[in-house]
């Protein structure tokens, strides 16, 4: 293979790999953040570290291997740096056809030179296969209906920094943008777009950007009070519904105009904004007392020092501790997130990229901390994160990073196992159990947060990435235990 065909995407200009195998899987250690291939000889590790028993102390895999082989390599696999004696290691080209196949998304083969496309029409290429799927269902009698600009559309204009040229790639780049990579979102922004899309073709106007204020407002009117004189016509939307309705067409409308790609927003003031938030209140709440039965069920396992036992308790830890959404959790090439950074020993922090792609930072406790130093050293990691690592946080079976659907699988094979030691004798907490998901340690480690421990609801908002202290403060609400101590209190001496 030649490495100087493959085109680097992530940098800024886009850039062609170096010519040569060695150069280009050097240049991917620095692009990737970790080693990627290293020969050893005793000679080269002994001027590595000055002697055997520093190399030892720092390589204990790599020097083992040399005393009785005349030399070993170290490679980059599925999301861990393993070491192989030289004639049993895959070569320098597999290794690095292997990294860049994993990093496809990235590094793409055949592309054009830097400058021939601007970054927003790759980005826009990257896309429209998100958009797709929910079109093709979207029920439109003309498919090619989307794939044009409207009145208010300007997609030839300088002011357009979204560089879309018609509503398909300007609504391809909004569903990249704001569902924050998570399937549910992007399936819920989906069924919103698909009924306004339906209506649309029901009422013959349209597109999306030719869309008048009294035609969205028509809209509206449409989805509180149903479609009158229409046979067999939906019922009118509860008010739940219609808001969150309403809130991503505004949003969408908001998303274009803000990027130039409208020139008005007939959409400003469409939405009621945030007041359904205001009556919310959690319910998949995992009590206590369960979650202890969890965090025992994991210590009990710890005799199972493999690899894959290790990602399941480093997963679990950073859900429950973390309390982040199953999405923050997934590695994104793009933002290089998760990561983790270490200010001082012990003191870890996690960054992830949350909803409306808002970088959050989250200390992360001790408990959380043991367990991830020691999945990294099982992975053959160093156990402290190296300053500007790029690196998965978690690791996959068969790629470079575990992304949503083996995360989801880990936290509930956890589930599972803990209902069947709980089925016996507590039938209804095992049924509970079976029903979780990750959100639900999101759910207890806000309430952890906000009932448990009385944290100040801004300082809650931070770490749980709330755009409204509404949605913080609900955690409140689901425990009186604090109201009936602050009535108790308040009122204690007025008893005769």
């Known amino acids: 293979m030649n490495p100087a065909d493959w085109i680097d995407t992530g940098a800024v200009p886009p850039r062609p790999l170096p010519a040569t195998v060695d150069a280009a899987l050097a240049y991917l250690a620095e692009a990737l953040g970790h080693p990627v291939y290293a020969h050893w000889t005793l000679t080269r590790i002994k001027r590595r570290y000055g002697s055997l028993a520093d190399a030892k102390a720092a390589q204990p895999t790599v020097l083992k291997l040399l005393l009785a082989h005349d030399g070993a390599v170290e490679y980059?696999?599925?999301?861990?740096?393993?070491?192989?004696?030289?004639?049993?290691?895959?070569?320098?080209?597999?290794?690095?056809?292997?990294?860049?196949?994993?990093?496809?998304?990235?590094?793409?083969?055949?592309a054009a030179l830097p400058g021939s496309k601007t970054a927003v029409l790759a980005a826009t290429e990257a896309t429209e296969g998100v958009a797709a799927p929910w079109l093709a269902a979207s029920g439109l009698a003309d498919p090619a209906w989307l794939a044009r600009a409207g009145r208010f559309a300007q997609p030839q204009s300088a002011a357009n920094t979204l560089g879309a040229i018609d509503d398909a790639q300007a609504l391809a780049l909004f569903l990249r943008d704001r569902t924050g990579r998570s399937r549910h979102t992007l399936r819920a922004y989906g069924a919103e777009l698909r009924r306004l899309m339906r209506w649309c073709d029901l009422h013959g106007v349209g597109p999306l950007s030719d869309l008048t204020r009294q035609q969205l407002l028509a809209y509206r009117h449409t989805l509180q009070h149903g479609e009158p004189g229409t046979e067999a016509a939906p019922p009118p939307l509860s008010e739940a519904t219609c808001t969150r309705a309403l809130a991503v067409v505004a949003s969408l409308y908001g998303y274009w105009y803000a990027t130039g790609y409208l020139h008005a927003n007939p959409a400003a003031g469409l939405s009621a904004g945030s007041r359904a938030r205001t009556g919310f209140v959690p319910t998949r709440l995992i009590p206590p007392a369960l979650l202890d039965a969890c965090d025992a069920w994991l210590e009990a396992n710890r005799a199972d020092d493999a690899l894959p036992a290790w990602r399941r308790r480093a997963i679990w830890a950073l859900?429950?501790?973390?309390?982040?959404?199953?999405?923050?959790?997934?590695?994104?090439?793009?933002?290089?997130?998760?990561?983790?950074?270490?200010?001082?020993?012990?003191?870890w922090t996690l960054y992830v990229c949350g909803k409306g792609r808002k970088v959050r930072a989250i200390p992360l406790p001790t408990s959380c901390v043991v367990v991830l130093r020691a999945y990294r050293h099982a992975r053959g990691l160093p156990p402290e994160p190296p300053a500007h690592e790029t690196l998965p946080v978690i690791h996959g079976n068969k790629g470079?990073?575990?992304?949503?659907?083996?995360?989801?699988?880990?936290?509930?094979?956890?589930?599972?196992?803990?209902?069947?030691?709980?089925?016996?004798?507590e039938p209804s907490q095992a049924l509970l159990l079976r029903a979780a998901s990750p959100h639900w340690l999101r759910h207890a480690y806000a309430r952890t947060l906000v009932v448990d421990h009385q944290v100040p609801l801004p300082a809650a908002q931070a770490l749980l990435g709330h755009a409204s202290v509404q949605t913080t403060a609900a955690y409140a609400r689901t425990d009186l235990t604090q109201l009936r101590a602050f009535v108790d209190a308040t009122f204690a001496g007025d008893m005769p």
């Not at 393993?82 to 080209?93: C, F, G, I, L």
């Not at 999405?327 to 003191?347: I, K, M």
């Not at 470079?400 to 004798?425: C, H, N, P, S, W």
């Open 76 to 110: 980059w696999e599925r999301g861990r740096l393993r070491a192989a004696p030289a004639d049993q290691a895959p070569s320098r080209e597999t290794v690095l056809t292997r990294l860049l196949h994993t990093h496809r998304r990235r590094f793409r083969s055949g």
């Open 319 to 347: 859900y429950r501790y973390a309390g982040v959404r199953l999405a923050e959790l997934a590695w994104s090439d793009e933002t290089a997130l998760p990561r983790l950074e270490v200010e001082a020993p012990g003191r």
């Open 400 to 425: 470079e990073a575990l992304q949503q659907a083996g995360l989801y699988r880990e936290v509930k094979t956890i589930f599972a196992d803990v209902a069947d030691g709980l089925q016996a004798r």
